[in-house]
């Protein structure tokens, strides 16, 4: 039979580019995802874009709920427990652009 002295090994040198594969493929896939980390849908430079029109929104949001509860106010005087006539009438006479022949009218300059 063999003796371990019988049995030939084969030694293979090592190639000079066989030492840059794995840091090659390595650089290669940490390029992929830092690319992706920065210019990528959800990457940091969409990030900041969303985030901007998160704010942009609130914003008018806040200015969509300040004219509602204005609209609401207005709305709640006229309802028949509150009803002053007072209001009415200015309210009517401010959408009709309409006044009495009696009405004393002083106009103020928005500067």
Do not use: W
Not at 21 to 26: D, K, N, S, Y
Not at 61 to 68: N, Y
Not at 76 to 101: C, I, M, Q, Y
Request: net charge neutral.
């Amino acid at each position: 039979m063999f003796s371990v002295t019988d049995m030939a090994t084969r030694q293979r040198k090592n190639s000079f580019l066989s030492r840059f594969i794995l840091p090659v493929f390595a650089f290669a896939f940490l390029g992929y995802f830092g690319f992706h980390t920065f210019h990528g849908s959800y990457g940091l430079i969409a990030f900041h874009a969303i985030r901007s029109n998160v704010d942009q929104l609130e914003a008018e949001l806040a200015k969509v709920r300040a004219e509602r509860e204005a609209l609401e106010l207005r709305v709640a005087l006229l309802r028949p427990g509150s009803l002053a006539r007072e209001v009415v009438d200015e309210f009517a006479r401010a959408k009709l652009n309409v006044t009495h022949p009696n009405d004393l009218i002083i106009l103020i300059r928005d500067e």
